[in-house]
């Protein structure tokens, strides 16, 4: 669709049975944070768009305000059970989704009025590239801006961008990515089975198709808050040795997949590490096995690995708990 004519289609108002952009907005419950998510959307520049809201089995508060969004046209609710799992709920969105281009934004992000119109003009300027991305601020629980220190630090980078994301050396913010849905559906949507890490998981597989356009504008601001999902840290390091894991054996060049197997190494010492700082035994013995394929080739690690091993054997069942540094 040339660049004129989603101008065009905007600036008039007018609505095909398609729209150009579908948003997809999974949440449970957050409804302090879902209404000014929501309210950044209506309020893009550019208004050709479909909002698809999947609840998770919200509570009633929620449920309520999300009704009341009901009678707007470009705004469609979709009422799940409870999964739990985001992955799955952002794949029962997607197979609603009509959009040419697919939009991800989370219920408790914020975009900049004109992020739609941006991204959507790069991509029309850049036909190679099928998705985009752009910076991000961090803001905290209130919206204020975060100190410098923990503001991202990877700058946005276009083109070949798979060794980059496997290596940290770049990184999509899931809000800040708008992606044609065909590339969605060629590269299966998210990956239910990642409970962690699932939306790197989708842009590695999504560089994998396709060279991306970045856009340097800070477009978009994601909460940080004692709510997210990711809090539980060894669930959360198992499903990213699962992710280096699976990239290890799928990576297409050589060099791409020792990286991956580097980064698998890694996580699973840390993981380890942890569990040995919560006293499981067991699980440490459990990450150490699984892990003896791809890690135990150097011998370096082995020290590492002991020391997780012998920390819970030696502190015993009694000692104080790890502080999360590890």
Known sequence: MPTDELHTRRELGQREASPAVSIILPTCNRKRWL?????????QSFTDWELIVADDGSDDETKTYLRSLQPEPNIRIQWLAHSGNPSWVRNAALQEA?????????????WSPRKL??????????PRCRWSYTACDRIDADGRLLA?????????????????????????AMPTVVAERALLAEVGGFDEGQLYGEFHDLCLR????????????????????????????????????RLYEKFAVQAPTVRARASSARMRRRTALDLAARQGAEQDVRAVWRTLRRSKVLSWRFPQLWYRGALALLRPLVSGPHAPRSNGRE
Do not use: K
Request: proline residues 3%; negative net charge; aromatic residues 6%.
């Open 148 to 172: 410098g220190a923990l503001q991202p630090t990877t700058r946005p980078r276009s083109g070949s961008i798979f060794e980059a994301l496997l290596a940290h050396e770049a990184w999509a």
């Open 35 to 43: 209404e000014l998510a929501v309210a950044s959307v209506r309020a």
């Open 98 to 110: 009509r959009g040419r281009y697919v939009a991800f934004i989370d219920s408790d992000d914020v």
């Open 117 to 126: 119109e941006a991204q959507l003009a790069a991509l029309q300027s850049n």
């Open 206 to 241: 999504l560089a994998l198709r396709s060279d991306v356009i970045a856009l340097p504008d800070v477009l978009c601001s994601v909460r940080a808050h004692d709510e997210h999902y990711s809090a539980d840290r060894v669930a959360a390091l198992a499903a990213w040795m």
